[in-house]
């Protein structure tokens, strides 16, 4: 069987190092693995308009900055698909179908879609295409055959329910879909990076996020500015470094050879936390290593950025370029089910029989 992943982010806001170490990292991984006949990114503008109707603007001008991203991180057009949802109608047409298979109360059981509707307080002015955005999802996931969909810990439920989907129509019209598994980074300080002022999750509307194309000084600025543990007041005092954003960081971004660069009067993150934690050590030192830390991780990303902000005209070539091979896959998928569900009528003569 071939190996094929699909994944994507919805275009409404730069990507930041929650989603590059919860999912863009992996992702750059497996591209270059080798492992992979087909490797397809989606921009979900579509999705993103879900919750976004009013403001198409915002999503528009996010498409090119989450395609910089993308790039920036790794993403090598020669080896992966980079395309636009709305571009692929074929995926609207297999969620119609698909809707036909999910109940009501199934949706509103999806932990995903019931924590998002409490976010947004949608409660009862849920749009309905906002409702439905997990159907869309298995329709996106599906159209590509994938196996394989590296994302967050955060769409989990997503993928379930697109299991279930491929289940339900598999039985009721024939084995046509593929039933995809998903792919979670490894470390587990990698599934859900804190903000920088401690809370849950880095989000834009929270302004607690470290941007991949954030400056030097402005990442600096942001983690001399980060949340620790709130009784490490004197330096001499016991620290925690469980739910300590700082250590989280570290725990997800730091590589040994840092220590040897930065911090060489330790071993590793080991002997850091252990100090950390028996008192004497100032959070303020901790900081400056981790500000080294991402320093050293990001510039790349940035540099490569920069680079490719000089070149729109190609970005958009290769969105175009991905977006006409994404719909060639999508519409041979559609004409599969359709043929599953006899619906091509005018492909046969079943309709006179
Ligand atoms: N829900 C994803 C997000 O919030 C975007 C997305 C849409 C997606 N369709 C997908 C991810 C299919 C993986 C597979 O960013």
């Known amino acids: 069987m071939k190996q094929i992943i699909l994944t994507g982010d919805r275009p409404t806001g730069r990507l930041h190092v929650g989603h590059y170490v919860g999912s863009l990292k992996e992702r750059v991984k497996l591209q270059n693995s080798g492992r992979y006949d087909e490797i397809y990114i989606m921009i979900a503008d579509a999705q993103a308009l879900t919750d976004n109707a009013e403001h198409p603007e915002k999503v528009r001008q996010n498409i090119m900055q989450v395609a910089l991203d993308y790039l920036a991180c790794?993403?090598?057009?020669?080896?992966?698909?980079?395309?636009?949802?709305?571009?692929?109608?074929?995926?609207?047409?297999?969620?119609?179908?698909?809707?036909?298979?999910?109940?009501?109360?199934?949706?509103?059981?999806?932990?995903?879609?019931?924590?998002?509707?409490?976010?947004?307080?949608?409660?009862?002015?849920?749009?309905?295409?906002?409702?439905?955005?997990?159907?869309?999802?298995?329709?996106?996931?599906?159209?590509?055959?994938?196996?394989?969909?590296?994302?967050?810990?955060?769409?989990?439920?997503?993928?379930?329910?697109?299991?279930?989907?491929?289940?339900?129509?598999?039985?009721?019209?024939?084995?046509?879909?593929?039933?995809?598994?998903?792919?979670?980074?490894?470390?587990?300080?990698?599934?859900?990076?804190?903000?920088?002022?401690?809370?849950?999750?880095?989000?834009?509307?929270?302004?607690?996020?470290?941007?991949?194309?954030?400056?030097?000084?402005?990442?600096?600025?942001?983690?001399?500015?980060?949340?620790?543990?709130?009784?490490?007041?004197?330096?001499?005092?016991?620290?925690?470094?469980?739910?300590?954003?700082?250590?989280?960081?570290?725990?997800?971004?730091?590589?040994?050879?840092?220590?040897?660069e930065f911090l060489p009067e330790y071993s590793g993150l080991d002997e850091l936390k252990a100090h950390y934690q028996r008192g004497g050590l100032g959070d303020v030192k901790v900081k400056r290593f981790l500000n080294n830390v991402l320093q050293a991780e990001l510039q790349p990303i940035r540099e490569r950025r920069k680079m490719w902000e000089q070149r729109l005209p190609e970005v958009y070539e290769i969105l175009r370029e991905g977006s006409k091979a994404a719909k060639e896959k999508a519409s041979q998928t559609l004409h599969d089910v359709r043929h599953a569900m006899k619906i091509d009528y005018f492909e046969n003569d079943n309709l006179l029989k």
């Open 74 to 260: 790794g993403l090598d057009p020669e080896k992966s698909t980079l395309f636009i949802q709305s571009m692929i109608p074929e995926l609207t047409e297999l969620t119609f179908y698909y809707m036909n298979l999910v109940t009501v109360s199934r949706v509103q059981r999806n932990p995903t879609v019931k924590a998002e509707i409490q976010m947004r307080n949608f409660e009862a002015s849920i749009p309905v295409g906002f409702f439905c955005y997990p159907i869309s999802q298995a329709a996106d996931i599906t159209a590509f055959q994938a196996t394989a969909v590296p994302v967050g810990e955060d769409q989990m439920p997503m993928i379930e329910q697109c299991r279930e989907i491929v289940h339900k129509f598999n039985s009721v019209y024939g084995e046509t879909l593929t039933e995809p598994q998903i792919v979670l980074p490894e470390k587990a300080s990698c599934l859900r990076l804190p903000g920088i002022d401690g809370k849950a999750k880095m989000s834009k509307s929270l302004g607690n996020c470290i941007y991949l194309s954030d400056e030097s000084e402005d990442i600096k600025k942001k983690v001399m500015s980060m949340f620790t543990d709130p009784n490490h007041l004197r330096v001499e005092d016991p620290g925690q470094v469980e739910g300590n954003p700082v250590f989280i960081y570290l725990d997800a971004f730091c590589r040994p050879e840092y220590f040897e």
